[in-house]
């Protein structure tokens, strides 16, 4: 039996207040995951739960069908010292809906689970329908969709549900972080030393400063090699042995962590070491059909230089969601109520213009 899109809505907006007044850093969902339990047990849906993750299938699966993944998180950042509003108290202000999580990644979550709804009990479908409400993306923790993943059945593609003021982010760029020493020959600072590790460090700055990668994405633009940190020395009269340094680096479609990481230690004028290689980039085709049914309804495409759970996934995604990514992790965090209206109304949208046969 449908469910009225209006009081999906309402519903949807009501579950949002409830996860903005419940505590949810990366880690300790707990009690959010209950209250996400709580929405598919008043639609009478059959749901699993692994760790703080809550999924669900549509009521018609098919395993002869493809499968499209609906996700987003409800864990959260711990709320900045600039906040004036009690971040866990949600008050609708001037058509603002104020509260931690509620822009990111509250909004699109609720959207997401009411347009799961929506196409519940739907036939004919072209894919199975699979939705993911998970944990842990903030921090991209062990027991986030990562984790979750081998416990779900196979995903042929996915929309992950961000911030994105429902513009459809078409490419992801990855993250590759590395740690960098510099080195130079320890004495007092007293005695004559040609070989400095803090000066030696001047021409490696220069070096990451000016260093382009060659192929540049027509969605993404060029990776970005940024230095975010630097560390030396503990007494001021000792000339150091090294200089550490930290480098931010994120990743367009053109290449693979492991290809950028292989790059930067072959030329690199210091020793490097990477972090991690799992969050790479990702893409989905302009003419895939799911990003086609977006555009007919006059979205935009682009490329978005934020991270999310797409760098998880090795099939073809797309970011789209309500709310706007510059309010993420910001002060009085807030989402417009009109907002998530839309978001739902165009999820649905897209979705019949591409499940419904």
């Known amino acids: 039996m449908k469910i009225n899109q209006e009081t999906l809505t309402k519903k949807a907006v009501d579950l949002l207040k409830e996860l ?3 505590p949810s850093f990366s880690g300790e969902e707990h009690h959010t995951a209950d209250a996400i339990e709580n929405w598919f047990k008043s639609f009478d849906i059959p749901f699993q739960r692994e760790n703080n993750n809550v999924f669900a299938k549509n009521k018609h699966w098919d395993k002869a069908k493809p499968t499209l993944l609906l996700n987003s998180h409800h864990d959260t950042v711990q709320p900045n010292k600039a906040y004036t ?6 008050q609708v202000d001037d058509g603002k809906l104020y509260g931690l999580g509620s822009n990111d990644a509250g909004g699109a979550l609720v959207s997401l689970l009411a347009t799961f709804t929506h196409f519940y009990d739907s036939e004919n479908l072209s894919h199975n329908l699979l939705i993911a409400a998970t944990a842990e993306e903030e921090s991209a923790g062990p027991k986030s969709l990562r984790g979750l993943l081998p416990s779900l ?8 549900g961000e911030p994105t003021l429902m513009n459809l982010a078409i490419a992801e760029k990855g993250l590759l972080v590395f740690d960098a020493v510099v080195k130079g020959t320890p004495s007092h600072a007293a005695h004559p030393n040609d070989n400095n590790s803090i000066y030696n460090t001047i021409k490696v700055l220069e ?5 382009k990668f060659k192929n540049v994405s027509k969605a993404l633009g060029e990776v970005k090699l940024t230095v975010t940190q630097i560390n030396a020395g503990d007494q001021h009269n000792v000339v150091p042995s090294h200089t550490d340094l930290v480098i931010d680096v994120r990743v367009n479609d053109c290449y693979s962590n492991k290809e950028i990481a292989d790059i930067l230690k072959a030329e690199a004028p210091c020793e490097l070491q990477e972090r991690s290689l799992r969050l790479n980039s990702s893409a989905i ?11 007919k309804l006059g979205r935009k495409t682009y490329g978005s230089p934020t991270l999310s759970d797409q760098a998880a996934l090795t099939c073809q995604s797309m970011k789209i ?13 807030y989402i417009y109520i009109h907002e998530i209206e839309e978001g739902i109304d165009l999820y649905i949208k897209i979705l019949n213009g591409f499940l419904v046969i």
Request: aromatic share 8%; glycine share 6%; charged share 20%.
């Open 20 to 22: 903005i007044s419940i």
């Open 85 to 90: 509003r009690n971040p866990f108290e949600p």
């Open 153 to 160: 059945p196979k995903i042929d593609v996915a929309i992950v």
């Open 207 to 211: 070096w990451f400063k000016n260093y």
């Open 285 to 295: 085709d302009i003419n895939h059909p799911l990003v086609q049914s977006g555009v």
């Open 321 to 333: 969601g309500p709310g706007d990514s510059t309010r993420s992790h910001s002060a009085d965090e």
